[in-house]
């Protein structure tokens, strides 16, 4: 873990008694630049020595001042065993050959830190814990070459055994990597790592086998060549098992032998494996490679090699992706309001600040609306945000394309992977994260919430979107219309999310939307921006469903999906203007209007129950282009550009806004 720029580590080390039971015999804790190759390889006086009853912890050096570190991690190392040449690896599944624990890549700090192994239970020392010389068997303190930090050396120095410490210079680049290793007289030596071999070279000599394959994304119904190469040439027959199962993907998903031998004197041997379309749609999944029994001279270069199977038999919802295309029209209608009866009757009759009461009344209902966790809202959005053309993936929000659900960004790494995006910025609202939104405990398991419960903020699905993670950073914390997508989008997100800020103001004492980009926390803009992008944009199936499927976790709706009219009625021309919503959900679509064909060529016709319709014709961009009044169905002859347009329909003092598209 990148803790500091310079590549150099410094090591203060002490020395080591040999009549220890288990010395810590190598160390890497910087691969300069990547940080995905670090390790520590245990080492037991005699080969094949269970690692029972010891603990090994990670202190961070500079966070104290007077003692030996705090702990960042600790790993018990019970039920553990030393190979046969006494050496035990714990380390990143990027470490080669494979280590035989493994940890997160960048979980090793650089320094200036210790390592420590006791006779304990790792429960002994929770995070933050200090440093204890109690029932020391073996510490090593290394520290980035910085600046010094001698509290780690002075402490370490008053465990018996240990008066003498030695510092050494890890000179490691990223053209010649290096780490600490133990000298058999005790001293220690900076040098190309050898994990999983003896310091000085002697012992058994491994024969390392990798795992390779020739992509690493396939379908339900091709063939998977799965080669198997060893180092050196093998001097008998040698026979490798291994298994690609993992979770749901079992052995009814493929055949082919998983039982192969590389024959004498040779060192390659390659299988195939036929992946079953099984006609199920049962989801993308994820098929790991992974050696079962290899025996000396054998060990895995690699690993847990994961391969992608891409199911094929997605399905798609009935109603279309957010973005229009010439096969993909946008339409509304196909998704109903699961609003239960009379659920917004108390917003009729107010207006203003009573209005605004009465909305936040209902979707923050003290003892009816839910707070889930952080981690709950992955599962949330692989619902909320599927992608309606496949059941397997989530919708992009900004980036308007489908992804894998499997691709959550799990890692530091972003890249094709997607992550939740707070479409009002934690910075900017005051909100964060506590331990317990860490744990993913489902839809029955939820906190009460109130209109006062501004944390809850930070997990409420009606302003958490899907979003490709590079494109959640390039947006970072901005105001809209500072941030407005990426280039050449199409700006089927701008009213979703101008929606979903705006519910915020709504629902959360504590936050508002305002003119401007402003820098007073709870406070966010722009709000000019977010009104012409809700007009420019207004809801769509895709939306309405998201609406729905959060409303069955969090017990309340975005009632501006609902009702998007009531935009005007709190911050626009119609501000100060009694509310009445007296159609009911059935009447509302009894008496909706039609606009078809979608996409078009050069007409475009209004249905409904009333004669006569006024049409106002608008850019994507919100520019007004044509103004008609149709009747009796006339058609409206339209010379427009290839592209995504609006029409605002009204009757008899109904407004409707819909997408269509030109071809």
């Not at 080669?96 to 020392?125: C, E, K, M, R, W």
């Not at 973005?323 to 309001?337: H, K, L, M, R």
């Not at 934690?426 to 994260?433: D, E, K, M, T, V």
């Not at 101008?498 to 504590?510: D, F, H, I, K, T």
Request: charged share 15%; with cysteine; glycine share 6%.
């Amino acid at each position: 873990m990148e803790k500091y720029i310079e590549c150099l580590v410094l090591f203060f080390i002490c020395n080591i008694a040999f009549s220890q039971a288990v010395v810590i015999n190598e160390i890497d804790c910087d691969t300069p630049s990547i940080d995905t190759k670090e390790f520590i390889e245990l080492k037991t006086l005699n080969p094949s020595t269970s690692l029972d009853g010891y603990v090994i912890v990670l202190f961070n050096g500079s966070n104290t001042s007077s003692t030996g570190g705090k702990s960042y991690y600790a790993l018990d190392l019970d039920g553990l065993t030393t190979d046969i040449n006494g050496l035990f690896v714990i380390g990143s599944d990027l470490v080669t050959p494979f280590p035989q624990l493994i940890i997160s890549q960048n979980l090793i700090q650089n320094g200036p830190d210790a390592a420590v192994i006791y006779q304990a239970n790792a429960t002994d020392f929770p995070d933050l814990t200090d440093a204890t010389l109690a029932n020391i068997v073996d510490v090593v303190i290394y520290e980035t070459n910085d600046s010094a930090v001698t509290n780690l050396l002075e402490f370490f120095n008053d465990a018996p055994g240990f008066e003498s410490l030695e510092q050494i210079n890890d000179n490691g680049t990223n053209a010649n990597p290096k780490s600490i290793q133990l000298n058999n007289d005790g001293t220690y030596t900076t040098a190309t790592p050898t994990p999983r071999q003896l310091n000085d070279g002697s012992g058994v000599v491994f024969n390392p086998v990798t795992i390779s394959t020739t992509q690493s994304q396939y379908n339900e119904g091709d063939t998977l060549d799965i080669t198997f190469t060893t180092e050196t040439n093998v001097t008998a027959d040698a026979t490798i098992n291994f298994t690609l199962n993992n979770f749901g993907f079992n052995t009814s998903d493929f055949t082919g032998n998983t039982t192969v031998t590389i024959p004498n004197g040779q060192n390659t041997i390659t299988t195939s494996i036929s992946i079953l379309d099984d006609g199920i749609n049962d989801g993308d999944e994820e098929a790991i490679i992974k050696f079962t029994n290899l025996s000396s001279p054998y060990i895995p270069f690699n690993n847990f090699v994961k391969l992608r199977v891409v199911d094929a038999n997605a399905v798609a919802s009935p109603f279309n992706a957010p973005i229009p295309s010439d096969t993909n029209p946008i339409a509304t209608g196909a998704v109903e309001s699961t609003q239960p009866a009379g659920y917004y009757s108390s917003l009729n009759g107010e207006s203003g600040v009573d209005l605004e009461q009465a909305i936040q009344n209902i979707i923050a209902e003290e003892g009816v609306v839910r707070g889930q966790t952080y981690s709950d809202v992955i599962t949330i959005l692989k619902e909320a945000d599927q992608n309606p053309e496949n059941n397997n993936q989530v919708w992009l929000v900004y980036s308007e394309q489908g992804r894998s659900k499997l691709d959550f960004q799990i890692t530091s790494l972003s890249t094709g992977k997607w992550n939740r995006e707070h479409t009002f910025p934690r910075s900017l609202a005051g909100y964060n994260s506590i331990d317990l939104d860490d744990i993913a405990d489902g839809i029955e398991v939820y906190w009460n919430t109130t209109a006062d419960s501004l944390r809850h903020g930070n997990s409420d699905a009606h302003a958490l979107r899907a979003a490709d993670g590079p494109e959640n950073s390039s947006r970072s914390n901005q105001h809209y219309g500072e941030y407005n997508g990426p280039i050449n989008n199409v700006g089927s997100f701008k009213g979703d999310v101008a929606r979903s800020v705006l519910y915020m103001q709504l629902r959360y004492n504590g936050l508002s939307v305002v003119n401007g980009f402003p820098t007073t926390t709870g406070q966010m803009g722009d709000l000019a921006t977010l009104l012409q992008w809700h007009n420019q944009d207004p809801p769509d199936d895709f939306e309405m469903n998201r609406n729905n499927v959060i409303y069955t976790w969090q017990f309340n709706r975005n009632p501006l999906i609902d009702m998007p009219e009531l935009v005007d009625y709190i911050w626009g021309v119609n501000t100060g203007t009694e509310w009445n919503n007296n159609l009911s959900v059935t009447d509302f679509e009894a008496k909706s209007i039609k606009l078809y064909p979608n996409p078009i060529n050069h007409q475009l016709y209004i249905s409904g129950q009333n004669s006569e319709y006024q049409i106002v014709i608008y850019s994507s961009e919100g520019r007004k282009l044509q103004t008609k009044t149709l009747k009796n169905n006339a058609p409206l002859n339209l010379d427009l550009s290839t592209g995504m347009y609006f029409a605002k329909i009204s009757s008899e003092g109904k407004t409707e806004t819909k997408k269509f598209l030109v071809k």
